[in-house]
């Protein structure tokens, strides 16, 4: 299997960037990078992860799915009603340690 490639969305404020780097990196041994929140280029992400739950209204889940690329989020808000379920992975934000949305986007 191919491994991917996830773009980590950096929002100002936002506290969960690194810990969600270091779980695709070193726990599911998938590559990633940082992507800053107001970027127009997603580079070569195959997937774009947003490891934020305070901050759903930046456009970078929009972008993402413009570009193609699925989207990794916290299912709070207007996302599981506003997201394409073919191509989003949600999870629980209030669970410590959910990786549903990751592992199923990595395949695992």
């Not at 506290?15 to 998938?30: E, H, I, P, S």
């Not at 808000?77 to 549903?100: Q, V």
């Amino acid at each position: 299997m191919k491994q991917k490639k996830f773009g980590v969305v950096v929002f100002p404020g936002s506290n969960c960037d690194a810990d969600c780097l270091y779980v695709l990196k070193d726990v599911l041994g998938q590559k990633a990078e940082f992507v800053w929140h107001k970027t127009s280029s997603l580079g070569d992400a195959d997937a774009v992860v947003l490891p934020f739950r305070d901050i759903l209204t930046s456009g970078s889940a929009i972008l993402a799915l413009s570009h193609g690329r699925p989207v990794i989020a916290p299912a709070l808000g207007c996302l599981p009603g506003t997201l394409p379920s073919d191509a989003t992975f949600l999870y629980d934000a209030d669970a410590p340690g959910d990786r549903r949305g990751v592992g199923a986007a990595v395949g695992a």
